[in-house]
């Protein structure tokens, strides 16, 4: 049933795109309105995608290093893949390709952003990160991706777990971007295998001889590659490590004031790990809500504006105008509580308020 139906909208998504001369600005719009009208979600469930994906198979399906993301289909144009999300999230990010994706189970919190380029390095772009608007994806839902910073989003699944499927034109410009707040944006694709051969040995020196680390960190301050500045620190924030404060004046007296975004997006980092650590401890979609809702808010109408967006009302139903001002009153008590009279190391800090709901 999984094949034929893929078979089938394959060949729906050939002949539309045929149609158009199989131009990639067409791609997006095209492939959200053939997506839609085959109702993925009313054919396939996660349960049948995971069976299809299991059994031994002949034909080429591709492959996908991105963990939770199964090829189920490849052809000489575009790809097919189901997307299965648990207690991890996608934090803000872009696409080198165009296509659309399908929710097919679950309820989804996903933000779109704007990014402000300031300056652009190799691998890294340094400006301004911010949320645009936010939405509750449901079952069936169908969301054009247009390659590059024109689609901007991040998403946080509330029920576990998540699947989606995805429709990617093969024909792709630059890699993806993933972005940090308040203003980093870090490009696929840089890690090559003499900056892995570094970073394995900067990891080995970290867990051996801490002086040896940070004298490499000094090193590499000196050298003014902030790229791998960035990659050396993130690796070592996310195995645990909380950079002395010597470390981080290394850093800004080598690296200037970019050096505030990397240590920024460090901090955004870290949040992360924070929060889906939550998720796996807390199961319940709304307080998943909730979660999704502080993570992804820096300000209080941004906070406002987000608890109103997941209001889950009746899974089956519409929203319930009674549920969204409860949250909404809910939000307010939290702005008043962690916004309006913030504490002087919290103030400023991106998205402090998810770091205050992690106390709760």
Same mark, same amino acid.
């Given at each position: 049933?999984?094949?034929?139906?893929?078979?089938?909208?394959?060949?729906?998504?050939?002949?539309?795109?045929?149609?158009?001369?199989?131009?990639?600005?067409?791609?997006?719009?095209?492939?959200?309105?053939?997506?839609?009208?085959?109702?993925?979600?009313?054919?396939?469930?996660?349960?049948?995608?995971?069976?299809?994906?299991?059994?031994?198979?002949?034909?080429?399906?591709?492959?996908?290093?991105?963990?939770?993301?199964?090829?189920?289909?490849?052809?000489?144009?575009?790809?097919?893949?189901?997307?299965?999300?648990?207690?991890?999230?996608?934090?803000?990010?872009?696409?080198?390709?165009?296509?659309?994706?399908?929710?097919?189970?679950?309820?989804?919190?996903?933000?779109?952003?704007?990014?402000?380029?300031?300056?652009?390095?190799?691998?890294?772009?340094?400006?301004?990160?911010?949320?645009?608007?936010?939405?509750?994806?449901?079952?069936?839902?169908?969301?054009?991706?247009?390659?590059?910073?024109?689609?901007?989003?991040?998403?946080?699944?509330?029920?576990?777990?998540?699947?989606?499927?995805?429709?990617?034109?093969?024909?792709?410009?630059?890699?993806?971007?993933?972005?940090?707040?308040?203003?980093?944006?870090?490009?696929?694709?840089?890690?090559?295998?003499?900056?892995?051969?570094?970073?394995?040995?900067?990891?080995?020196?970290?867990?051996?001889?801490?002086?040896?680390?940070?004298?490499?960190?000094?090193?590499?301050?000196?050298?003014?590659?902030? /790229?791998? +500045?960035? $990659?050396? *620190? =993130? %690796? &070592?924030?996310?195995?645990?490590?909380?950079?002395?404060?010597? !470390?981080?004046?290394?850093?800004?007296?080598?690296?200037?004031?970019?050096?505030?975004?990397?240590?920024?997006?460090?901090?955004?980092?870290?949040?992360?790990?924070?929060?889906?650590?939550?998720?796996?401890?807390?199961?319940?979609?709304?307080?998943?809500? /909730?979660? +999704?809702? $502080?993570? *992804? =808010? %820096? &300000?209080?109408?941004?906070?406002?504006?987000?608890?109103?967006? !997941?209001?889950?009302?009746?899974?089956?139903?519409?929203?319930?105008?009674?549920?969204?001002?409860?949250?909404?009153?809910?939000?307010?008590?939290?702005?008043?509580?962690?916004?309006?009279?913030?504490?002087?190391?919290?103030?400023?800090?991106?998205?402090? /308020?998810?770091?205050?709901?992690?106390?709760?």
């Amino acid at each position: 049933m999984v094949e034929r139906f893929l078979r089938s909208l394959a060949r729906d998504l050939d002949r539309a795109w045929s149609a158009r001369g199989w131009a990639e600005r067409e791609l997006p719009s095209l492939a959200r309105d053939v997506v839609a009208t085959s109702r993925p979600s009313d054919a396939l469930d996660g349960a049948a995608l995971l069976r299809f994906a299991a059994a031994p198979h002949t034909e080429r399906r591709g492959s996908h290093p991105a963990k939770g993301v199964l090829p189920l289909f490849t052809g000489q144009r575009f790809d097919l893949f189901a997307h299965f999300w648990v207690d991890d999230f996608a934090t803000p990010h872009d696409h080198g390709w165009a296509g659309a994706f399908h929710v097919i189970e679950g309820r989804s919190v996903n933000g779109q952003y704007r990014f402000t380029p300031r300056e652009r390095t190799r691998g890294l772009d340094f400006g301004a990160l911010g949320r645009t608007s936010i939405a509750l994806r449901r079952r069936g839902d169908t969301v054009a991706v247009r390659p590059s910073a024109d689609f901007i989003h991040s998403v946080l699944y509330l029920d576990r777990p998540g699947v989606a499927l995805s429709v990617r034109g093969r024909s792709r410009g630059r890699g993806s971007v993933t972005y940090f707040r308040p203003g980093l944006g870090l490009g696929q694709g840089v890690i090559d295998d003499a900056t892995t051969c570094r970073l394995q040995a900067l990891e080995i020196a970290r867990a051996v001889d801490e002086g040896l680390f940070v004298e490499n960190l000094r090193a590499i301050f000196a050298s003014g590659d902030r /790229l791998m +500045a960035f $990659l050396a *620190l =993130s %690796d &070592a924030v996310q195995a645990g490590w909380a950079p002395p404060q010597e !470390v981080l004046d290394a850093g800004e007296g080598r690296l200037g004031p970019s050096f505030a975004a990397l240590v920024g997006a460090l901090d955004d980092l870290s949040l992360y790990q924070e929060v889906a650590e939550l998720r796996g401890e807390h199961r319940d979609p709304k307080t998943r809500a /909730l979660l +999704a809702a $502080l993570y *992804l =808010s %820096d &300000a209080p109408d941004e906070l406002r504006e987000a608890l109103a967006a !997941v209001d889950l009302g009746d899974p089956s139903g519409p929203s319930d105008p009674a549920a969204t001002a409860l949250w909404t009153r809910v939000g307010e008590g939290l702005v008043r509580l962690f916004v309006d009279e913030p504490d002087e190391d919290d103030e400023g800090h991106p998205s402090f /308020l998810a770091y205050s709901a992690g106390q709760l």
